[in-house]
Each structure stands twice: as structure tokens, then as C-alpha cells.
């Protein structure tokens, strides 16, 4: 059974900085795209930060040079991590990891708009005050 449990959130003054991270246990596939969502209340889901499996990064313009992804691999489980630096309110989302969906095809780790499916976390609620 795959699971993704996210945790690392919290409430932040604009500038400060969070480290999120990720549990993805129970998947065994090697390959594919893993990476950062979000969602503020009334907006839409976006992706914030992907990895691929060869260790490539792709971020939203949004928080291109503030925001991190990294992985690492353990026996059956991942480590995924977000480090957020230079936090903004309109940061202000819960955030989620998920794998396994379905990609669009561009080659930057992204999800199909609708349903792309695969495995994703609870969430972890990041709260940024300006």
C-alpha cells in the first residue's frame, strides 16, 4: 500500500523560511516524477516543484530561486523535501506531494490538468503573515 505523508508546515512571517518533507512508502517504482502541489482556499490546484528520476528539478515562475526540491532513497521508503526560503503570503496554501499521476507530455514532471490520478499525501497547511 503506497502512502505519502507530508509534514514540516506551519505559520511564518513573510521572509522566513520552512522545510517541508515527504514519506513516500510502499511505492516501488523506480522511475517517474514526483513533486509539490498546492492549493489556497478558492484557487486552484498548482504544481509547485517537481523531480524527476534522474534527479531533474522543474519550479513554478512562482517560486523559481526560493524554493528547493530534493529527494532522497532509502530501502522501500523516499524522502521528498521543499525548502521554502523568502516565504510570501500569497505562499499561503496547503501544500501536498504526490507520484504516480499522469504527466502532460511537456517533459517538466507536470500533471494532466484534469484527474491526473496516482498517490498523494493529506496535506501539510503552510501560513504565511505579512
Known amino acids: 500500500q503506497v502512502q505519502l505523508v507530508e509534514s514540516g508546515g506551519g505559520s511564518v512571517q513573510a521572509g522566513g523560511s520552512l522545510r517541508l518533507s515527504c514519506v513516500v512508502s510502499g511505492y516501488t517504482y523506480s522511475t517517474d516524477c514526483i513533486g509539490w502541489f498546492r492549493q489556497a482556499p478558492g484557487k486552484e490546484r498548482e504544481g509547485v516543484a517537481f523531480i524527476d528520476s534522474g534527479g531533474s528539478t522543474y519550479y513554478a515562475d512562482s517560486v523559481k530561486g526560493r524554493f528547493t526540491i530534493s529527494k532522497d532513497n532509502a530501502k522501500n521508503t523516499l524522502y521528498l523535501y521543499l525548502q521554502m526560503n523568502s516565504l510570501k503570503p500569497e505562499d499561503t496554501a496547503m501544500y501536498y506531494c504526490?507520484?504516480?499521476?499522469?504527466?502532460?507530455?511537456?517533459?517538466?514532471?507536470?500533471?494532466?490538468?484534469?484527474?491526473?490520478?496516482?498517490?498523494w499525501g493529506q496535506g501539510t497547511l503552510v501560513t504565511v503573515s505579512s
Open positions: 504526490a507520484t504516480d499521476y499522469e504527466l502532460d507530455g511537456l517533459g517538466t514532471c507536470s500533471p494532466v490538468a484534469d484527474a491526473p490520478g496516482g498517490y
